[in-house]
């Protein structure tokens, strides 16, 4: 589940914290760290980690909070910058937002940002309404790559590219969707997707 910016900090001094040390923070050294008045706050991002399944708590006790390791490879936390429209073109709107994702979604090297998918249009490649993509931020594609593509410097969308001269063609995975079709200099590549993730 995807963490705001502020709870993903909370979890890297926990960690932290507990690796130096051997036992966990209290909440007003958390609250102290981020110079908070609060321990209130404190409980609230604690809590919401303990729902989202990244820290475990005993809550009659003190200095309960323990990170949880993931088995297998490994994750990455990536920024989770906002929304893309598979459909309609929507605003680009960027978030504060992080999502862990496994490792192996991840190519080697390359930089990764994540999007969360709103509409249809890409169904038929099995990328479905509120689903995560994961997308190598790059700005060029070849033809047929599914692309997140930022349209007149406004609109962000997710299709498949095709160029075609001085035109290019957003391509929908969905055959009752049609294409756009749009001159070349109206496209900014953002990236290129290279995974999937969904929750259920």
Sequence with gaps: MALTRRQHEVLDFIRSFVAAHH???SLEEIAGHFGLSSVA??????QHLVEKGHLRKAWNRARSVEPIERE??????????G???AGRPIEAVETDETLEVPSSLLPRGADCFALRVCGDSMIEDQIADGDFVIVESRPQATDGEAV?????GEEVTLKRFYRSGSQVRLQPANSE???LEVPAEDVEI????RGLLRKF
């Excluded at 997140?148 to 007149?152: E, F, G, Q």
């Excluded at 953002?190 to 997707?193: A, C, D, E, I, P």
């Design 41 to 46: 706050t404190v409980h609230k991002h604690v």
């Design 177 to 179: 969707m049609r294409a």
């Design 148 to 152: 997140v593509a930022l349209l007149r």
């Design 23 to 25: 036992y966990s923070p």
């Design 190 to 193: 953002r990236g290129v997707v």
């Design 72 to 81: 297998g490879e490994g994750s990455v936390v990536l920024p989770l910058l």
């Design 83 to 85: 929304s893309v429209a």
